[in-house]
């Protein structure tokens, strides 16, 4: 049975590197047993969908401002393919402290 996580993706326009990912974290943390809901928002409404939402980390590739105490990654490494196991490892970190 897989483990359900939330994930709040962040870009400069909240669109099309937002989502490729999002479908990228979907892909890799199925693979470790997760089922993956994500939300894609820019930095101007990271505040927006943190007061709605609760989120298990968020994963961004333009700077943010403060994540209210919600563990945040870079997410350059899933772009540009160099870093990928240092995002994954932090992010599997983070949900094992959380007890996921």
């Known amino acids: 049975m897989s483990t359900r996580i939330k994930v709040l993706s962040v870009c400069g326009s909240g669109v099309v590197t937002s989502h490729m990912v999002a479908n990228k974290i979907v892909d890799m943390f199925a693979d470790e047993g997760y089922d993956v809901d994500t939300d894609e928002c820019n930095p101007s409404e990271l505040d927006g969908y943190l007061s709605r939402g609760s989120y298990d980390f968020i994963a961004y590739s333009s700077p943010i401002g ?17 870093g990928e196991d240092e995002f994954m490892q932090d992010a599997l970190d983070s949900l094992h402290a959380a007890g996921k």
Request: hydrophobic share 45%.
């Open 66 to 82: 403060d994540a209210h105490g919600t563990p945040a990654f870079s997410a350059m490494g899933l772009i540009t393919g160099l």
